[in-house]
């Protein structure tokens, strides 16, 4: 198993931009899905960016490609979450998750069972 932290959330304008960072400790030299999900007032926890540790490829819902950048650090076992260009939608409390065990088909959301706490990010027209 392993334990998410995230840290970095806050309160920015339109156009603004963030980096969300969320230490990994535990078993991380399992192989895993590692993402970040986002849970806007209101609404449904959805996905914004994941990536497999065996592979490179990450992807990124449409609504913050382009804009969001999702990466790790393998030495201090942190992945970050840089969002630019930020908008009043982006307003969500933005969790890091694992799924622990998984290589490949990173989209199945329901293996993704290890959560951090959250954190909030606040974007103001």
């Known amino acids: 198993q392993v334990h998410l932290e995230e840290t970095g959330g806050g309160s920015v304008q339109t156009g603004g931009s963030l980096r969300l960072s969320c230490s990994v400790s535990g078993d ?25 540790t065996t592979s490179a490829a990450t992807q990124y819902a449409d609504s913050v490609k382009g804009r969001f950048t999702i990466s790790r650090d393998n030495d201090k076992n ?12 982006d307003t969500a409390i933005y969790s890091c998750s694992a799924a622990v065990g998984w290589m490949d088909n990173c989209a199945v959301w329901n293996r993704y069972t290890s959560w951090g706490q959250g954190t909030q990010v606040t974007v103001s027209s």
């Open 78 to 89: 942190i992945i970050y979450l840089e969002m630019n260009n930020l908008i009043p939608e």
């Open 28 to 52: 991380t030299d399992a192989a895993m899905c590692l993402g970040w999900f986002r849970r806007p007032p209101g609404k449904e926890r959805e996905n914004v960016a994941y990536f497999s």
